[in-house]
């Protein structure tokens, strides 16, 4: 006789007697009813996870390199205890490889009407704007079996400003710019220097500076210190083509250029001179003007948070003619580009003329060091070909040094290091000399 009903059922699944399976099954059933009651209950028990209210606070900005925490505070205005998991996006460069895991994540535990913050810190690997990601809350029953889920989403932007590790430099630059003015017993005199005071001489003084009248007027001998002069207009003048793109160790060229940007804004602004700052392609990226001398460093670093190279060839004409444009008056145009021979000899050099008959002009490079490496390589067939290119890269460059040497610009070669305290020496020789 054929079987009917739950029977048929029964035998269908395991094709076993019917009166053996059917008390397992009666008890499975009663076993599923019970967790699916108990799936219920702890569903309906479960914080609702659309009605909480969240908030951000902590920081705005940080330096690359270093951490900075944000804080969501949650609060539960429904009548259910929230137990919930949390998790606070942002992008992936936000943290250092294999942290996001940890420091994203957050259990909370938050009772009726209260309120509670998870703090999320972050280490960003990039400059310029983070912005925040959707915040997921997963709220948990008392049991633990069942969850509700939900997004929400908190608008927060930290700005990764760049790491200015050239500042362990400035100590002795100022140093050096206190000689020039004349307030150690290092005294300078260059061309074009300003008349300081007078003081009483002392052995080692140039015997040129004693002023011969004052001293006639008293008992000792009186000479002339001299300070450079002050008010001088500084434009730092970054180039942010392809060419800023290249890579020099685990950083691209753009970067260097930054951090030497930064130094010599904050030293010429300790000098008195007034500092502004064009980035450039083919329009213009950043522009920093007009501003006091407390506030040069801040408006610096803003503006160059956010900066990247682009892929796209520099506009010489371009950039010459909003130089010009911007620097109304004689200053001391500082410009971060490339010293590779074709984009000077082809973009630069012809727009030269323009710059230098108006303004004196310092060009700063970022030098490879694994070319110097390369060049010095010996041992094998393969090193000796490798420091073969690189002594003719290393002499095509100096080449077009010279050219632009030939023109009346100073040059600064250097490598990532070394780039930012040897711009500041540049523009310290010429402060001394009187050509600003």
């Not at 569903?43 to 606070?57: G, I």
């Not at 989403?153 to 100022?174: A, D, G, M, N, Y």
């Amino acid at each position: 006789m054929p079987l009917t009903g739950r029977a048929a059922l029964i035998a269908a699944l395991g094709s076993v007697p019917v009166g053996v399976l059917e008390p397992s099954w009666t008890g499975l059933l009663a076993v599923n009813g019970s967790l699916a009651l108990a799936c219920a209950c702890d569903f309906a028990l479960a914080a609702p996870v659309r009605r909480l209210l969240l908030t951000r606070s902590g920081d705005t900005s940080v330096r690359l390199g270093d951490t900075a925490d944000v804080t969501l505070t949650v609060t539960n205005p429904s009548r259910r205890l929230l137990r919930a998991r949390l998790r606070d996006a942002w992008p992936p460069s936000s943290w250092q490889p294999g942290t996001e895991l940890d420091s994203s994540r957050h259990h909370l535990t938050v009772p009726p009407g209260e309120r509670r913050r998870a703090t999320t810190r972050l280490r960003p690997t990039r400059r310029g704007d983070h912005q925040a990601d959707r915040v997921t809350i997963r709220s948990y029953g008392p049991l633990g079996l069942f969850s509700r889920q939900g997004t929400h989403r908190i608008p927060w932007t930290l700005r990764v400003l760049p790491p200015f590790t050239s500042r362990k430099h400035l100590p002795s630059k100022l140093a050096r710019l206190r000689e020039l003015d004349g307030r150690t017993s290092v005294l300078t005199r260059g061309e074009g220097t300003e008349f300081d005071s007078l003081r009483e001489y002392v052995p080692g003084d140039d015997t040129r500076s004693i002023d011969w009248r004052a001293t006639a007027r008293q008992s000792s001998v009186a000479v002339r210190t001299w300070r450079p002069e002050r008010d001088r207009r500084i434009l730092l003048v970054l180039d942010t083509g392809r060419t800023s793109a290249g890579r020099v160790g685990d950083a691209p060229r753009l970067d260097a250029s930054l951090d030497a940007a930064l130094l010599l804004g904050a030293l010429a602004s300790r000098a008195g001179d007034r500092v502004d700052l064009l980035a450039y392609d083919r329009r213009v990226r950043a522009l920093v003007q007009a501003t006091s001398a407390g506030d040069v460093l801040p408006s610096l670093v803003n503006a160059l948070a956010s900066l990247e190279p682009e892929l796209v060839e520099t506009d010489a004409c371009g950039l010459a003619a909003t130089v010009l444009r911007t620097a109304s008056r004689r200053s001391l145009v500082v410009l971060f580009t490339t010293l590779d021979a074709a984009p000077v000899e082809e973009g630069l050099l012809p727009v030269l003329p323009q710059l230098t008959s108006r303004h004196t002009v310092l060009v700063a490079s970022v030098a490879d060091p694994h070319i110097a490496a390369m060049a010095r390589a010996r041992g094998d067939v393969d090193a000796v070909y490798e420091a073969a290119a690189a002594a003719q890269a290393q002499r095509e460059r100096e080449r077009t040094a010279d050219q632009l040497r030939r023109h009346g610009v100073t040059v600064v070669d250097a490598t990532p290091d070394e780039l930012a305290p040897a711009v500041t020496d540049a523009y310290l020789a010429l402060k001394a000399a009187g050509r600003l």
